[in-house]
Each structure stands twice: as C-alpha cells, then as structure tokens.
T-cell receptor, first 115, second 112 residues
C-alpha cells in the first residue's frame, strides 16, 4: 500500500547550517506530495507542496523537489534559524479509489537548531 | 483562505467521563473533514473522516465516535473516556485542488 518514510530524528544543527530531511514514498498513480511543519503546541501548517514529477515546492527558504525516479521528496534549507526548530512531516495524497482527499503522513522528524 | 477553529484548547477529564470536542471551518464549503490524534512525541493517526453531512468513516476501532451535523461542523465524542484516549486531537479540512489539508490549532486532552 501507499506509505511515507522519513529519516529518524531528532536532527540537531547549529544556526546557519544546511538542512536536509529525507523523505521517500511508495505510491500507486501520481500523488501530490507535501511538507508540513508543526511548532510546539500547535497544529500543522502546510509548508510546501509539489503536484507532479520534477516540480519544486518552495516557501520560507525551504525547498523540495518531486523525484519520481527515486520516489523522494527531500526537504532542504540553505541556512537554518533557531525559529525553524519544529517537527516536520512529509505526506502524500492517497489517490486510490475510495480514498480521495486522505493524506498519508510520515512519522515526523524533529529539528532542533541551536544558536 | 479557510480557517479552522477547535475548542476547547485544553481539557483534563477523569476516566469514564464523556467527551465532546468541536471543530468548525470558515472560508470554504462542502469540505472533507478529518480528525487525527497525535500521541506525545509521535506521528499522526487518522481517526475519522467525513465527505459530507452525516457521512462518517472510521479508520480504526476505538472508544471514540464522530458526527457531522452541519457542513462545516465536525464533532468528536466519547461516552466513557479511557486513559489511552489522552493525546493531542487535530481537526483538518481539505478544499484544495491537490488535497492539501489545513489544520486547526488542536485540543490537548489529558485523561486522569
């Protein structure tokens, strides 16, 4: 069935370091892919999305490219800030029959950025 | 853009007591609605989803139920809470062209 796998956390970086959070997926059809961010005590916020192969989603300095050949959607940021400390979730839209609208989430990756 | 409201923000309830969590959506019509639970330090578990008024699908067998009495209202309930019902409950709505979901601020439930 469809699934999303994220790298294990926590990821601890110093401010201004380069960030990569790996995400790979298994899916039938052509799902859309998403990254969500959850700050402590809050709900999830949509960070970026990509809806077809080779699309690059970007927002707030974060980027991710939809790679169908490697079934990956890795999240990157060139220079992280302390305020980026949060839990990041990778997700895909489940387009199998009868599941329209449902998302499948990875287990989340905690990012801690130290000053 | 749509806005999702949840209340209460926090709740402490004794084991065996009833539960009612409410979610309302603004800025969209006829959305699909979702209830998730997030245990401490863990990922999201989809509990229920609804594609319309009175239409509820349950994803996992549990002590909880859901109802959708109006197009933009989604309620999560229990007749008797268990300790294992503790967690962070999130309501979500999707109305985007690519199934992106938008989340409410969540309700933190502690069952003692």
């Amino acid at each position: 069935g469809n699934s999303v796998t994220q790298m294990e956390g926590p990821v601890t970086l110093s401010e201004e370091a380069f960030l990569t959070i790996n995400c790979t997926y298994t899916a039938t059809g052509y799902p859309s892919l998403f990254w969500y961010v959850q700050y402590p005590g809050e709900g999830l916020q949509l960070l970026l999305k990509a809806t077809k192969a080779d699309d690059k989603g970007s927002n707030k300095g974060f980027e991710a490219t939809y790679r169908k050949e490697t079934t990956s959607f890795h999240l990157e940021k060139g220079s992280v800030q302390v305020s980026d400390s949060a839990v990041y979730f990778c997700a895909l839209s489940d387009q199998r029959s009868g599941n329209t609208g449902k998302l499948i989430f990875g287990q989340g990756t905690t990012l801690q950025v130290k000053p | 853009s749509q806005t999702i409201h949840q209340w209460p923000a926090t709740l402490v309830q004794p084991v065996g007591s009833p539960l009612s969590l409410e979610c309302t959506v603004e800025g969209t019509s006829n959305p699909n609605l979702y209830w998730y639970r997030q245990a401490a330090g863990r990922g999201l578990q989809l509990l229920f989803y609804s594609v319309g008024i009175g239409q509820i699908s349950s994803e996992v067998p549990q002590n909880l139920s859901a109802s959708r009495p109006q197009d933009r209202q989604f309620i999560l309930s229990s007749k008797k809470l268990l300790l294992s019902d503790s967690g962070f409950y999130l309501c979500a709505s999707d109305a985007g062209a690519y199934n992106e979901q938008f989340f409410g601020p969540g309700t933190r439930l502690t069952v003692l």
